[in-house]
């Protein structure tokens, strides 16, 4: 049976006008009163609500404008548009006829010299080198691919079921949003003395808001409707409240329900001849306090951890403070050489093996 389609009005939040003065002003009294309590997510909720209420009092959600025209769109072209629509009701006159020939040629002289203008002014704008890449994949013209059916056996999943079929495989453990209620609150275990003061005395304030500012300001948000933008404006006192969240949860081998709360887009890899299996796309999660914790422990693991190699380990290891290198070990040379010779050496013929 089909469902009645209801629509909705969809409403956004204008960040980029937002005058972040406002919202550091404002910021201290509101954080300040939020306390520690015993209960883990307690404590995050009334954080991240705090947080978002500051952020609707400066950059309130507002139903999206209509879109407008083409920004290369001028009035002249308006004019001459209604012109061709009144030529249009007489065309069987001879001279209207003539004329609305001639509009019509420099109309469409007009537009195309309009559009290469408008071309030109937006690759001229491009700096970065995010901003040119999007520029190579205009020109390129690669084919732009959306979730495609997936198959299962024979036949041919529907959309909802494709999508299923994409969190099973890429998040086996995962429970749907309206059904969060059921996400685990179990705590694991605690970490040992040894492990946990180094990693404590690793996280400070400062780490915390490189982490945070390491994002591109405006990237999508999660569920909590948090930009990277809105964690780079608020202040030491919000910065270690979430240093103490990442300790917390740290210790405890806990995540709080609220950072497992994702927003999942699956994006098609390229070169792939069979879209229709789960494999072929590559997920893309958002969920900005979590990726703030998760970046700064992995720079704990690269700096502390894996900084040495391992005993055993003969390859992508680091000498001296110099980058990584694939195949340092005087080993595999023999390994290497299909004549026992060095296989820099150009009068050799070498055959690699690379086994990650």
């Avoid at 700096?303 to 005087?330: D, F, M, W």
Wanted: aromatic share 10%.
């Amino acid at each position: 049976m089909l469902k009645e389609f209801v629509s909705r009005e969809v409403s956004v939040r204008q960040i980029k006008g937002v005058d972040w003065q406002k919202f550091t002003e404002g910021r201290n009294a509101a954080f300040s009163s939020v306390d520690e309590s015993d209960s883990f997510e307690t404590d995050v909720n009334c954080f991240q609500e705090v947080l978002y209420m500051q952020l609707e009092k400066i950059a309130p959600r507002r139903a999206r404008k209509p879109r407008e025209g083409s920004h290369w769109w001028t009035p002249e072209l308006s004019f001459m548009r209604e012109e061709l629509k009144h030529l249009l009701a007489y065309k069987k006159n001879p001279i209207m006829a003539e004329r609305l020939r001639l509009v019509l040629r420099n109309y469409s002289t007009l537009i195309r010299k309009e559009r290469s203008y408008s071309w030109c002014s937006f690759c001229s704008k491009a700096e970065v080198a995010k901003e040119i890449s999007t520029l190579v994949q205009i020109v390129g013209n690669y084919n732009i691919r959306g979730v495609s059916l997936l198959r299962q056996g024979d036949t041919f999943a529907i959309s909802a079921e494709s999508l299923n079929f994409l969190l099973k495989q890429h998040f086996p453990p995962h429970v749907p949003l309206r059904d969060k209620e059921q996400l685990s609150e179990e705590v694991g275990k605690f970490m040992n003395s040894d492990q946990s003061e180094e990693i404590l005395q690793y996280l400070q304030i400062w780490r915390v808001k490189a982490a945070a500012a390491s994002f591109q300001p405006m990237k999508a948000s999660g569920p909590d409707d948090l930009k990277p933008v809105a964690l780079q404006h608020i202040g030491d006192e919000a910065l270690a409240k979430i240093m103490n969240f990442v300790k917390r949860s740290m210790m405890s081998s806990f995540i709080p329900k609220r950072w497992r709360q994702m927003k999942v887009v699956f994006i098609p890899k390229l070169g792939k001849d069979d879209y229709s299996v789960p494999k072929a796309y590559r997920p893309i999660t958002s969920n900005f306090f979590l990726k703030v914790m998760e970046r700064v422990i992995n720079w704990f693991l690269s700096e502390r951890v894996i900084a040495l190699p391992l005993p055993n380990q003969h390859v992508y290891t680091r000498e001296c403070g110099q980058r990584r290198r694939s195949l340092p070990s005087p080993i595999l040379w023999k390994a290497l050489s299909t004549e026992g010779k060095n296989p820099s050496s150009s009068a050799s013929t070498a055959q690699g093996l690379s086994i990650e």
